[in-house]
């Protein structure tokens, strides 16, 4: 590791003394004492992250002192960084703005900021970066027309259904009809997620064109996109200005078309990964990671000082009080911003109403189940009984990898990171080792207790790209730690539950997935931006046969 020599200020902000210069990533380098002196902070790594992120920097590698009194950090300025939850404030029109800045001189920390997540414009172009990084920077126009995942659409399709769907949804909040081309409404409203041992068997969807040449151009998807983007900044300007009324239903409508957005640009990611290396392009404007020192790193994080942990029997609520019934009143009226509004986290529909459930007694394994682990079940005691997991790949010297955004990297680099592949093939582990994946309660419960999340630096909201080792479980934290990066597969079914108010802003989003295949996946992936990954209640659901999801899991234990 090295940094380049340059002009050097030393700035002070919340206790880090760094050092400001364009640093220069290499695997063999050294560190250069004059140029780049170690600094002294007396923060927490969360800590760090937040001043960085701040910032716009981001660490690409942290080393630290033989006495761990200091940390140097490698950053980069990259592309986008986003910024934790509690430093990104919701968007509230003007005359709410400043009731609440009179509330928070009222209530004490940490009452304040309040929940509302409804995004402001400033939110909307960090995701319209992250978006246009994905579809454009790492999508060369070979990939276009391919389909890196079977079971879903081509490439292009989903950079017409993004626009295509927040120009629809803006429609039925505020009115006017579809942007130019119109027909974009028909080809791009919806993808598919069909039945993974019945592709046939499909929830309803577009009917997209079947020749590459009737597709339209990239060309013309672009500029339906900026007039798509024009719109909503016409619309937040209404708002500010007055001249439109915030209701629920268009407050509702800009937490779901943003966080719909990046929803897709993970789910994009699951497709692109399986072309890294032979198509889809690294990241641009982030630094390759040093992986073999990084890998270094990785060896030395102590295990867990026991390999499971008790939970429970204990009361938890699942689920927060945001319904969409209460959007209208029972004339049709839109309901009007008011106070609430402060403290409103809006939601999709299945996260929907809080609801308390009892959690019996169970024991946790500390971290989810690792690439080596699995390796070493699917070689074994699993050979002919699961399958190799879709993010990993043989070589053609037969080599097994991992696949990551950047290409894939050697096993033994990525042997500590959570594996990710199927439920159904991580139920055969949990067997194997005489337990079984946790309910939703369970790991709700366990989530709640030990994750530290995006908030306290656990590796979330494209901290990195790929996964890293978990490090729950040590005594001097209490436990807590973060997961790796992985969404956790749950043995619960995504099914109805008492009091759930299905959308209308997107008719079947949760109720067309009520089928017996899909399950509940909790948590957060190293993709899932922080809106998402910050709030407790997401409810993420995959199909238990699906082997392309970012989803790891935990066994759990009956007592």
Same mark, same amino acid.
């Not at 290409?407 to 990525?414: L, N, Q, R, T």
């Given at each position: 590791?090295?940094?380049?020599?340059?002009?050097?200020?030393?700035?002070?902000?919340?206790?880090?003394?760094?050092?400001?210069?364009?640093?220069?990533?290499?695997?063999?380098?050294?560190?250069?004492?004059?140029?780049?002196?170690?600094?002294?902070?007396?923060?927490?790594?969360?800590?760090?992250?937040?001043?960085?992120?701040?910032?716009?920097?981001?660490?690409?590698?942290?080393?630290?002192?033989?006495?761990? !009194?200091?940390?140097? *950090?490698?950053?980069?300025? +990259? @592309?986008?960084?986003?910024?934790? /939850? %509690?430093?990104?404030? =919701?968007?509230?029109?003007?005359?709410?703005?400043?009731?609440?800045?009179?509330?928070?001189?009222?209530?004490?920390?940490?009452?304040?900021?309040?929940?509302?997540?409804?995004?402001?414009?400033?939110?909307?172009?960090?995701?319209?970066?992250?978006?246009?990084?994905?579809?454009?920077?790492?999508?060369?126009?070979?990939?276009?027309?391919?389909?890196?995942?079977?079971?879903?659409? !081509?490439?292009?399709? *989903?950079?017409?259904?993004? +626009? @295509?769907?927040?120009?629809?949804? /803006? %429609?039925?909040?505020? =009115?006017?009809?579809?942007?130019?081309?119109?027909?974009?409404?028909?080809?791009?409203?919806?993808?598919?997620?069909?039945?993974?041992?019945?592709?046939?068997?499909?929830?309803?969807?577009?009917?997209?064109?079947?020749?590459?040449?009737?597709?339209?151009?990239?060309?013309?998807?672009?500029?339906?996109?900026?007039?798509?983007?024009?719109?909503?900044?016409?619309?937040?300007?209404?708002?500010?200005?007055?001249?439109?009324?915030?209701?629920?239903?268009?407050?509702?409508?800009?937490?779901?078309?943003?966080?719909?957005?990046?929803?897709?640009?993970?789910?994009?990611?699951?497709?692109?990964?399986?072309?890294?290396?032979?198509?889809?392009?690294?990241?641009?404007?982030?630094?390759?990671?040093?992986?073999?020192?990084?890998?270094?790193?990785?060896?030395?994080?102590?295990?867990?000082?026991?390999?499971?942990?008790?939970?429970?029997?204990?009361?938890?609520?699942?689920?927060?009080?945001?319904?969409?019934?209460?959007?209208?009143?029972?004339?049709?009226?839109?309901?009007?911003?008011?106070?609430?509004?402060?403290?409103?986290?809006?939601?999709?529909?299945?996260?929907?109403?809080?609801?308390?459930?009892?959690?019996?007694?169970?024991?946790?394994?500390?971290?989810?189940?690792?690439?080596?682990?699995?390796?070493?079940?699917?070689?074994?005691?699993?050979?002919?009984?699961?399958?190799?997991?879709?993010?990993?790949?043989?070589?053609?010297?037969?080599?097994?990898?991992?696949?990551?955004?950047?290409?894939?990297?050697?096993?033994?680099?990525?042997?500590?990171?959570?594996?990710?592949?199927?439920?159904?093939?991580?139920?055969?582990?949990?067997?194997?080792?005489?337990?079984?994946?946790?309910?939703?309660?369970?790991?709700?419960?366990?989530?709640?207790?030990?994750?530290?999340?995006?908030?306290?630096?656990?590796?979330?909201?494209?901290?990195?790209?790929?996964?890293?080792?978990?490090?729950?479980?040590?005594?001097?934290?209490?436990?807590?730690?973060?997961?790796?990066?992985?969404?956790?597969?749950?043995?619960?079914?995504?099914?109805?539950?008492?009091?759930?108010?299905?959308?209308?802003?997107?008719?079947?989003?949760?109720?067309?997935?009520?089928?017996?295949?899909?399950?509940?996946?909790?948590?957060?992936?190293?993709?899932?931006?922080?809106?998402?990954?910050?709030?407790?209640?997401?409810?993420?659901?995959?199909?238990?046969?699906?082997?392309?999801?970012?989803?790891?899991?935990?066994?759990?234990?009956?007592?």
């Amino acid at each position: 590791m090295g940094m380049t020599t340059g002009r050097w200020s030393r700035e002070d902000l919340n206790g880090v003394s760094y050092y400001a210069t364009v640093p220069s990533v290499s695997e063999d380098a050294d560190i250069d004492s004059k140029a780049a002196p170690p600094f002294f902070t007396e923060q927490s790594f969360s800590d760090h992250q937040h001043v960085f992120g701040l910032a716009g920097a981001r660490s690409v590698i942290s080393i630290p002192s033989t006495d761990n !009194k200091r940390i140097l *950090y490698v950053l980069e300025k +990259p @592309t986008v960084v986003f910024p934790t /939850l %509690s430093q990104t404030r =919701g968007f509230l029109p003007p005359a709410l703005e400043a009731r609440a800045q009179s509330l928070v001189l009222q209530r004490p920390a940490p009452s304040f900021p309040p929940k509302a997540n409804i995004p402001n414009l400033e939110e909307w172009k960090k995701i319209w970066t992250a978006w246009d990084l994905v579809t454009l920077g790492m999508t060369p126009s070979s990939m276009l027309h391919q389909k890196p995942i079977d079971l879903r659409h !081509k490439c292009l399709f *989903y950079i017409g259904h993004i +626009p @295509t769907f927040l120009d629809m949804l /803006l %429609s039925k909040s505020i =009115g006017g009809g579809a942007s130019e081309p119109q027909y974009f409404w028909k080809i791009f409203e919806r993808g598919i997620d069909p039945h993974v041992d019945d592709p046939d068997h499909c929830h309803n969807h577009s009917e997209v064109p079947e020749k590459d040449e009737d597709w339209p151009t990239i060309d013309l998807i672009m500029s339906f996109r900026d007039a798509v983007r024009a719109r909503l900044a016409k619309l937040y300007a209404e708002l500010e200005s007055g001249e439109r009324a915030l209701t629920r239903n268009i407050a509702r409508t800009l937490v779901m078309t943003i966080e719909h957005e990046a929803w897709h640009i993970e789910t994009l990611l699951y497709m692109l990964i399986q072309r890294a290396g032979t198509g889809t392009l690294p990241p641009p404007g982030f630094v390759t990671p040093p992986f073999a020192r990084l890998s270094q790193q990785w060896d030395v994080i102590p295990p867990p000082s026991t390999p499971s942990v008790q939970l429970g029997p204990a009361t938890i609520t699942l689920g927060h009080e945001d319904s969409e019934g209460d959007d209208f009143t029972t004339d049709g009226k839109a309901v009007e911003a008011d106070e609430s509004f402060l403290f409103q986290e809006w939601g999709w529909d299945n996260e929907s109403p809080a609801r308390t459930v009892e959690v019996g007694a169970f024991r946790a394994e500390w971290r989810p189940i690792s690439n080596s682990e699995f390796e070493a079940y699917w070689r074994g005691e699993g050979k002919d009984k699961v399958s190799m997991p879709k993010s990993w790949v043989l070589s053609e010297d037969g080599e097994l990898q991992v696949r990551t955004v950047y290409g894939p990297v050697a096993m033994e680099v990525a042997k500590h990171w959570p594996v990710m592949t199927a439920y159904d093939d991580l139920v055969q582990y949990a067997r194997w080792k005489g337990g079984r994946l946790p309910t939703e309660p369970e790991l709700r419960l366990f989530l709640d207790t030990y994750e530290v999340g995006h908030e306290n630096g656990a590796n979330v909201g494209f901290r990195n790209w790929h996964p890293v080792p978990a490090t729950t479980g040590l005594e001097q934290y209490g436990g807590r730690g973060s997961n790796g990066g992985v969404w956790e597969w749950t043995s619960t079914l995504f099914d109805n539950h008492d009091g759930l108010v299905p959308t209308n802003l997107f008719t079947g989003y949760s109720t067309d997935f009520f089928d017996t295949k899909h399950h509940v996946v909790l948590g957060a992936s190293y993709a899932t931006v922080p809106r998402l990954a910050s709030r407790r209640t997401v409810r993420n659901f995959w199909q238990h046969n699906y082997p392309y999801p970012w989803v790891g899991a935990r066994v759990v234990y009956d007592l």
